[in-house]
């Protein structure tokens, strides 16, 4: 299994770091044509911007005039005049000083999650590593084991024994 993901790796790093196929374009189709002093003159003799000409209304009466102006627009500056102001209301003072207080309390409070996530991240592995070295130190000691076979002399035969 080691053998086959490290030959995957090996292909995908060769695939990677592989430059691209490039076509090879002459340098003749980028070339630009020459243009004599008058042709030059020619094209930079206006060298400006083009203001707007003219403006059409969005909306305009079959006959092409503005169309009539609508009733209600004209109300509603008077409209507007008239309404009492929130200072005369006691219940919409009270309602935006506790929406200010709210906001001004949100915008204290706010917190990143990706900081706090961070730093309870860097917290667990030190706790982690802490843990590890803390019974490296006073754990018990692992058992040894061998693989490789005894080479105790009672249990090697010659062949003359056999």
Known sequence: MKHKLFAIFLVLGIA??????????????????????EQMAANQQFNGRYGVVGSVPLKTNEDGTAPDPVPGDATAASTIASATPIQSNPKAVENLTHAKKRLNLAQEVETTPWLLALVLGVLGFGAFQGL???????????????????????????????
């Open 16 to 37: 990677a770091l592989s430059p691209a196929p490039i076509r090879d374009i002459s340098a003749k189709d980028h070339e630009l044509p020459a243009l004599s002093p």
């Open 132 to 162: 590890k070295v803390w019974m490296d130190k006073n754990g018990p000691a692992p058992k040894q084991r061998s693989y490789a076979p005894s080479t105790s002399s009672s249990s090697i035969k010659s062949l003359d024994d056999i």
